[in-house]
């Protein structure tokens, strides 16, 4: 091997431990494109975790959970949560099929949140909250008087909680649903996302 193949080597070897030690620092400023683009949204409980949901409600006394939202993106998103409930017969939000093709419940909102969460960031929202009703035992139904959403007063006297006689119980659903600003349309597009807890209507003191 000549001289110059010997210097050609060396420098080969040389370039390749270069590499080998750079790595682990490279790895932290090298900026990956990003694939996938999208928001999470999730409900945790008063212990901020994914356990204990309260699912008796006992007549105004007040429950709070977590309601997180993450943005990824890729900008400063502006969301809008539209707070919901309705009984087992009522129009859901559609939970199937694509993302972009999912349909809000066609329900009226009854108290919206707007938020700016950043790219990369998450932002949680603490919800406390009551219900007011009367139980017909008589005519086996809860009639909803109100809702106390963090110290607002909702009107939900419209709805009425038929015997779920399958759950043996009066079952209720508090959801949220996400939207998301367009500012082309310069309006909130549903995100096709929301979550939500059902509840058990049938305990009062």
């Not at 683009?37 to 006992?58: P, Q």
């Not at 009984?87 to 199937?96: E, I, K, L």
């Not at 038929?162 to 949220?176: E, I, M, N, Y």
């Amino acid at each position: 091997m000549s001289i110059k193949e010997h210097g050609l080597l060396y420098w080969v070897v040389v370039g390749v431990l270069a590499l080998l030690v750079a790595s682990p620092f490279l790895s932290r400023v090298l900026v990956y494109p990003r694939t996938e683009f999208f928001t999470e949204l999730w409900i945790l409980d008063a212990n901020h975790r994914a356990e204990k949901y309260s699912f008796n409600i006992v007549r105004n006394q007040n429950y709070t959970v977590y309601l997180g939202v993450g943005n990824h993106l890729g900008y400063c998103a502006y969301y809008m949560v539209q707070v919901k409930f309705r009984n087992q017969t009522q129009p859901a939000p559609t939970s199937f099929g694509p993302i972009e093709s999912r349909l809000p419940s066609s329900l009226p909102s009854l108290f919206n949140m707007t938020v700016f969460v950043a790219d990369e960031q998450v932002l949680e929202i603490p919800i406390t909250f009551s219900f007011n009703y009367t139980w017909d035992e008589q005519f086996s139904k809860v009639e909803l008087l109100g809702l106390r959403l963090n110290g607002v007063w909702l009107n939900i006297s419209d709805c009425k909680l038929s015997w779920d006689a399958d759950k043996q119980v009066f079952r209720g659903f508090l959801f949220f649903e996400l939207w998301l600003y367009n500012a082309d349309t310069n309006s909130f597009k549903y995100h096709g996302r929301f979550v939500g807890l059902w509840f058990n209507m049938t305990l009062s003191v």
